[in-house]
């Protein structure tokens, strides 16, 4: 690097706006306690890191030649963190009709064969992360597809807009299309490949991934389960119990497993650092097991009402001191907003008789979702030191919203009307690893 660009990395840049930085988690909290708003705040980003947080005023005196980017009454905060996707399931998004299991075999195996060409899964990598930057997501954890070319399609497009993420080759020897079924040991080797590729990379990070326990053979979640054992500093992603239908399976093909979860833990899969997605139909021994190993569950609300899948139990497994996740699941998720998944967990809460407050549902699209990914001490907050990825927030992007917005007598009742009708054009700004994207 010359020094020119040295400098202009470390020339400072002064975001002015509202300002909503969590000082503590508001599902262990009163909310005033957790949360610290400016009214009028400024967010200095230096070298791709957060600077300092503080009053508008303070830092435009402190930091005076700063460029400075001011975005009125818009709402700075972390960027999204979108805990559990399948990028190549973009084009196959809002798909009719079916159940998880018909659901795969009709509309997403098919699509997942197409990545086996890397000119497909370039196109559909870049055009993910288009959408999903237009919706304010800066971080995410996807599957892949079989192919190793879907894992580097997906690395090589993120690593290219300098974002943080997380993917893995989905691994799956049985019960799925000819074309996408591997074997233990190509399991293994591939997923040991892209691991020595793209491992702590730049801003990258692998997570060993097995689809579900229906397409994986006893052999192969043990394969996958002892290189998870020989790089135990990779995340491990996986589905459990979204469905009724898929724990019944699931008991056929597993007769010796006490759960479905014991299908994982008999092979090395369950671990501090395995998110498990869905964990709607979930047994009192298989919540004990993953609040002891402190497992992250990935809540997937409109996926989890589009697919038909259940009703997340999120007040009791907070309550039981469970780490949460927030998730689109595109394309079994109806959406690419956090917005929209954020309104969806309001509404599943409802069902069960239990109001999410407005800031709980920031927290879990941001800190709660980060610190899932054992990420939170890089990003997800806007706390000094933290990667500076940040989306600023328009609180009345349409007239419905702007209506409703007006009457609003302090924050949350400004920003309630934005998660529960906001979409991408609630969007004001993005900022990636310190730059405007
Ligand atoms: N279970 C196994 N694979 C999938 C998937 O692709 N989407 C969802 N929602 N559930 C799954
Ligand atoms: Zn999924």
């Not at 998004?93 to 509309?107: C, E």
């Not at 997501?137 to 497009?157: K, N, P, Y």
């Not at 689109?328 to 809460?349: C, K, P």
Request: glycine share 10%; hydrophobic share 40%.
């Amino acid at each position: 690097m010359t020094d020119s660009s040295t400098a202009s990395l470390l020339e400072p840049t002064l975001l002015l706006g509202q300002t909503l930085r969590f000082t503590g988690n508001p599902f262990e909290m009163p909310i005033e306690d957790a949360v610290q708003h400016e009214t009028r705040g400024g967010v200095l980003l230096r070298g791709g890191q957060i600077a300092a947080v503080d009053q508008a005023d303070t830092l435009r005196a402190l930091h005076p030649m700063a460029k400075t980017v001011d975005y009125g009454k818009g709402l700075i905060m972390a960027g999204f963190v979108d805990a559990h996707v399948h990028y190549a399931q973009t084009g196959i998004i809002a798909s009719w009709g079916k159940r998880l299991i018909d659901w795969l075999d009709l509309y997403t195996f098919p699509e997942e064969m197409r990545f086996g060409d890397k000119a497909y899964a370039d196109e559909i990598a870049a055009r993910y992360l288009d959408l999903t930057c237009a919706h304010g997501t800066t971080t995410m954890a996807t599957f892949g597809t079989s192919h190793i070319t879907s894992v580097d399609a997906f690395f090589e497009a993120a690593q290219a807009r300098g974002q943080r993420v997380v993917a893995g080759k989905t691994c799956m020897d049985r019960n799925a299309p000819e074309g996408l079924i591997d074997t233990p040991q190509r399991a293994y080797d591939e997923s040991k490949h892209l691991i020595g590729t793209w491992h702590n990379v730049d801003r990258l990070s692998y997570a060993m991934t097995p689809r579900f326990s229906p397409t994986s053979t006893p052999e192969q979640l043990e394969a996958l389960g002892a290189l998870w054992g020989e790089h135990p500093d990779c995340l491990m992603q996986t589905h459990l119990s979204e469905q009724t239908d898929e724990i019944a399976w699931v008991a056929e093909l597993f007769p010796e497993a006490r759960d479905y979860l014991d299908t994982y833990e008999r092979f090395g899969l369950l671990g501090e650092r395995g998110l498990y997605g869905h964990a709607i139909h979930l047994k009192e021994r298989e919540k004990s097991r993953l609040r002891e190993v402190g497992a992250g569950l990935v809540h997937c609300p409109t996926s989890n009402t589009f697919i038909g899948s259940g009703l997340f139990d999120m007040a009791g497994l907070m309550a039981a001191g469970h780490k949460v996740g927030l998730a689109t699941d595109t394309g079994g998720g109806s959406s690419f907003s956090m917005l929209r998944t954020m309104a969806a967990a309001y509404e599943i809460g409802q069902l069960s008789h239990s109001a999410l407050h407005a800031a709980q549902l920031l927290w879990l699209a941001t800190q709660g979702s980060a610190r899932s990914l054992h990420m939170d001490h890089l990003i997800g907050n806007l706390t000094p030191g933290l990667e500076a990825d940040l989306v600023v927030l328009d609180l009345a992007s349409t007239d419905a919203i702007a209506q409703r917005s007006a009457r609003a007598e302090d924050l949350w009742q400004a920003v309630f009307p934005t998660i529960m009708m906001g979409d991408d054009r609630a969007v004001r700004a993005v900022w990636v690893n310190g730059k405007a994207a």
